[in-house]
């Protein structure tokens, strides 16, 4: 079974609006929209890829891709329209005209035909980003066309803008038809297997074929293997993302080799702690082991005080009172004022934060902070400081 037909719901209407553009001639614009990785790409993919299947609609339409972020102007756009449709000799006859003209000219060369010509698809990634060209004049004569042209014609918008209608200058709102489909990261945890599945899946044409074979076999008995099933289900509690599922399973696939030709349950669960890591925790591997030292004095303070205010006088007295417990040579001392400029640098880092927002008239030393680090995330440093002292490891991992 395809896993792509687990977004049949979500590709349905927008497979029959382009069968209709490609077999009858229609003339349709509709609008994707959704949070980034709630698969607008996969539904424009997975329908192309249907169209392409249908004896009746392969080879009967011509496919044109925009980006927002790529085509940061109209007539960038023009060019790689006319470089899609393979036009590009008829641009030379519009050079002498206005960029309104040209677009006209070139959309007219193309839309001349019939409603047995090839269809002409135009996608368009980050729709909302189109808007802000001048005038908006690329939307406004592709609208146009969808109007009045005589070749079958559809625009298909893929946008995380809810509001990307009211962004259309108001003469180009009638002529679009307003038709959207919304998208949410609501996936079922069997759709997110299922999806999985096809992310990791080799095509048919593979040149190899016993390979093909044996990797689909073990493809299937990795996806009920418990650890990846335990790391799958981890991810899409937290988050269904489908970019983030992609990241997940690049990094196990990037691990294949001559002498690992298949897929490692153990890879797995090293991506997911790869996607998942705590930002702060990473950070936190990245400051002096003074500055670490006092993290974890405030970390045993909060804990053994039952109070979440502290001060600097109080976190130096812990970590005095720590270093005189231990060797001299394992762990330096250092002194109050280059004990207060680390402190202060937490505080630019904002993993102590001033309570009174820094506005408070009290000296430095006793104004009132609190710890933004939970204690799982001091930890979870600490254990992957590098070359961090024994006895300052023991200190923060200490559970009494």
Partial sequence: MDARITLTRRDRELCTLLEQTVLNGERHSLLLVGPRGSGKSWVVEDTFRKLSLNPKCKGNFIKVYLNGLIHTDDRLALLDIAH?????????????LSYASALNYLLTTVCSGSQASKSVIFI???FDLFTHHKNQMLLC??????????TPIAIIGLTRRLDVSEMLEKRLRSRYSHRQILLLCDYSFEEYMDISRSLLSL???FTDKAYLKEWRRHLEELLKNPKVVAVLKKQHAISPNLHILKSLLMLPVCKLGISGPFLDPVHFLFAYSMVNQDS???MLRG???L???LVVAMKNLVKHTGTETLNFEMVYDEYRRFTNQVSSHAVEFFSKPVAMKAFEHLISLEFVYPEDGGSSYTQREYQPVVLLLMEGQIEQAVLSYPNCPTDVVQWATNKN
Avoid: G
């Fill in 203 to 205: 095509p048919d044409s």
């Fill in 291 to 293: 500055e670490l030292c």
């Fill in 141 to 150: 004569n592709l609208f146009d066309f969808t109007r009045s042209a005589n």
């Fill in 287 to 289: 400051v002096s082991i």
């Fill in 280 to 282: 702060m925790s990473v």
């Fill in 124 to 126: 368009l990634d980050s």
């Fill in 84 to 96: 899609q449709l393979q036009v590009e000799a008829n641009m030379d006859e519009s050079l002498h």
